[in-house]
């Protein structure tokens, strides 16, 4: 691994300890603290429902989250952190379906997270994540991307959602 690389990951690795895990890992672990509840105290079968709904939104939370890093690091090179962003904007993979692919991932995670552990502190954390992401990607991240990369950031936003996915992904210029 040359030192372009190494520094490469290096720099993912900063990015993602001092948000992602902190959002994801840290606070829930306080919040969560030695009261959980898996299974809700349902009896069995009941019970499954929760923790399999739980485990489903953490792995696909945790599987878009593992997709929008290596999109980062080989696409856009850079990382997700505002001090690190990216160099290329990033219109290929699950950013053909939705803008803020990331943001949907760590909201999975925390809500699967409260439902598995049957935590209400932590669905509080969940929707004050999406709360903050909802007023933050317009007033503040948008504007620096439409700075960074213009009207091909102008293009794409005409054409993939900010939150919601669209049904078929978005060509742009033959990408597919």
């Known amino acids: 691994m040359d ?46 429902l929760p923790i399999g709904l739980g485990i489903a939104l953490l792995c696909g939370g945790l599987w878009l989250f593992v997709m929008t890093i290596r999109l980062f690091f080989n696409v856009g090179q850079g990382t997700l952190a505002p001090w690190d962003p990216t160099r290329h904007l990033v219109v290929v993979g699950v950013y053909r379906y ?20 049957g935590s209400l502190p932590v669905l509080i954390w969940a929707l004050v994540f999406m709360a903050v992401n909802m007023i933050y990607m317009p007033l503040i991240e948008e504007p620096g991307l439409r700075d960074r990369f213009g009207a091909e950031y102008d293009e794409y936003v005409r054409h993939v959602p900010r939150w919601l996915p669209r049904r078929r992904p978005w060509t742009h210029d033959g990408i597919s």
């Open 98 to 117: 939705v803008r803020n692919p990331m943001i949907s991932g760590v909201f999975s995670i925390l809500l699967g997270k409260a439902i598995l552990f």
């Open 3 to 48: 030192g372009k690389s190494r520094s490469g990951i290096l720099r993912q690795i900063a990015a993602i300890l001092a948000l992602p895990f902190v959002v994801t890992i840290i606070v829930p672990t306080l919040l969560i603290g030695r009261d959980f509840n898996i299974g809700w105290g349902l009896s069995f079968p009941f019970n499954l």
